[in-house]
Every structure is written in structure tokens, then in C-alpha cells.
Nanobody, 115 residues
Framework: QVRLVESGGGLVQPGGSLRLSCAAS????????MAWYRRAPGKQRELVAD???????NYADSVQGRFTISRDNAKNTVYLQMNSLKPEDTAVYYC?????????WGQGTQVTVSS
């Protein structure tokens, strides 16, 4: 069973940037796509972006042009570069497969965008 650990969150001002990492305890090469999700306070978890093993990407309209998902299969890690952050990006961010696998949910990493 693969275990996923998210990191890189924090407090950032509007317009700032953060880079999230998702480290897997085992190989994710065959898991395609991998994805980032987020859950904002009082809202349901939503898909932010996903990426296939070959590098094809897909983004939610709300983050298109600001966020970039990438993966390093050799390091079993998925990244989310977040630029031009907005207060509405405040959420706990999780990585998982797409569709999500119940046993893959980790603790997530908190991202707070506030001045």
C-alpha cells in the first residue's frame, strides 16, 4: 500500500507563491493520473489538477494559468507550484490518484492566503 505525505503549505500573502510536495512511500509510476485536491473551510473537497505518468495535465478553471502540477516518477513525488495565490485558495491540500483511492488519503498540508 502506497502512503502519501504532503508538505510545503504555509501562510502566504495574496499574490505570493508556494510549492507543495507529495512524497510517496512506494512507486507511483504506474498510478496515472496522480492529482492534487483541496478542501476549503465549509466546502467539499475538489479536484485542483492532475497529471498522467506521461506528463499530460488537467486543471480546474479556478487555478488554470496560476498553478502547475508536475511529477518526478524516479523520486516518487508529485508537486504543485502555486503562483498568484488568492484568499480563495485557502484550503487543506491533498494528493491522491484520480479517481481518488480511499487508502491513499494523507493528512494534507494547510495553505492559508491572507494579508
Amino acid at each position: 500500500q502506497v502512503r502519501l505525505v504532503e508538505s510545503g503549505g504555509g501562510l502566504v500573502q495574496p499574490g505570493g507563491s508556494l510549492r507543495l510536495s507529495c512524497a510517496a512511500s512506494g512507486s507511483i509510476f504506474s498510478i496515472s493520473p496522480m492529482a492534487w485536491y483541496r478542501r476549503a473551510p465549509g466546502k467539499q473537497r475538489e479536484l485542483v489538477a492532475d497529471i498522467t505518468s506521461g506528463g499530460s495535465t488537467n486543471y480546474a478553471d479556478s487555478v488554470q494559468g496560476r498553478f502547475t502540477i508536475s511529477r518526478d516518477n524516479a523520486k516518487n513525488t508529485v508537486y504543485l507550484q502555486m503562483n498568484s495565490l488568492k484568499p480563495e485558495d485557502t484550503a487543506v491540500y491533498y494528493c491522491n490518484a484520480r479517481p481518488a483511492r480511499v487508502g491513499f488519503w494523507g493528512q494534507g498540508t494547510q495553505v492559508t492566503v491572507s494579508s
